[in-house]
């Protein structure tokens, strides 16, 4: 029973990461109707930056605390801006002309060319990232917990909550609201739905560069880090509902706490299995995911 609780506890730590993540896709969703498929080297470019400003500031005699707290604020900056670049380069004009091969295929195109980027920047070698809280367990019972993976669930849950805190009580998030419900119809009511539209992407590579500093201290560090997140993070995003945000919490907790019990009683290179099945049935039986709403569209 005290394994089980173990693999459990794991499981949800790896299950908020795929949910912020797949929070990030839901955004964009919700104002464009377009995904960001370069949502893992987003997470990755944010990491890696993080390292970069913790090394820099652990260097100048903070401690790895202050350091990791004082970089927070600059890696979500640099995510902001990162999507920002990508919905520019990537995905207005494909919107502009409504192709939807365009915005699938720049968005990859993207996510490759700053893959590479990392790779002649940071090199390919994984890098350890120092971590801000003690690395030894806590004991709960017959579970034992790393302070890192507290936080990681603390701060997924956070990010989320604030930005759908933003979105309901600001002026600016309601009108990103307003474009999610109906993007001709909150256009003409004088909402700039292209500035809406950027501003969701860069709300979403913040998502996923943040994660990427919450999941850093607890794996190694390292250009290839976010291609599995990310398509995991996409298939948790389908199974939730790209429409729901509490789908993508459980979606995110169904799929890291299915990983890591195949991967303990079965075995770790089956470990992927699960979930791409629990994919397959989704789509089959509920495309729309399972918290999902299935829209009605006029023809």
Do not use: H
């Not at 917990?145 to 701060?155: F, K, L, R, S, T």
């Amino acid at each position: 029973m005290g394994v089980l609780a173990q693999l459990i506890v794991s499981g949800i730590s790896v299950g908020m990461i795929y949910a912020v993540i797949a929070f990030g896709y839901q955004l964009t969703f919700a104002t464009s109707k377009t995904l960001n498929f370069g949502q893992g080297e987003a997470l990755m470019l944010g990491a890696l930056v993080g390292l970069t400003t913790v090394n820099f500031l652990i260097g100048a005699s903070l401690g790895n605390l202050t350091a990791y707290l004082l970089m927070l604020p600059l890696v979500c900056l640099f995510g902001m801006a990162q999507g920002a670049a990508v919905e520019f380069l990537g995905v207005r004009q494909a919107l502009r002309t409504k192709s939807d091969a365009g915005w699938i295929m720049a968005t990859i195109a993207l996510g490759i060319i700053l893959r590479n980027a990392a790779e002649i920047i940071w090199g390919r070698d994984s890098l350890k990232f120092p971590s801000p809280l003690p690395e030894s367990a806590l004991s709960v019972g017959p579970v034992r917990i790393q302070p890192m993976e507290i936080a990681v669930v603390v701060g997924a849950l956070l990010l989320m909550a604030l930005v759908e805190l933003f979105n309901r009580r600001s002026i600016y998030g309601k009108a990103v609201v307003a474009t999610a419900n109906d993007r001709d119809a909150a256009g003409l009511m004088g909402i700039n739905t292209r500035l809406v539209i950027t501003f969701s992407y860069a709300l979403s590579s913040m998502a996923a560069a943040f994660a990427g500093v919450l999941v850093a201290p607890l794996t190694l560090t390292g250009a290839s880090m976010g291609a599995v997140l990310g398509l995991k993070a996409f298939a948790v995003a389908i199974i939730g509902g790209l429409s729901s945000g509490v789908g993508v919490i459980v979606g995110g907790l169904i799929l890291g706490i299915t990983e890591t019990l195949t991967g303990y009683y079965v075995s770790s290179g089956y470990k992927d299995v699960p979930g791409l099945i629990l994919l397959l049935l989704v789509l089959s039986l509920k495309p729309s995911g399972i918290f999902g709403k299935a829209a009605i569209k006029k023809v």
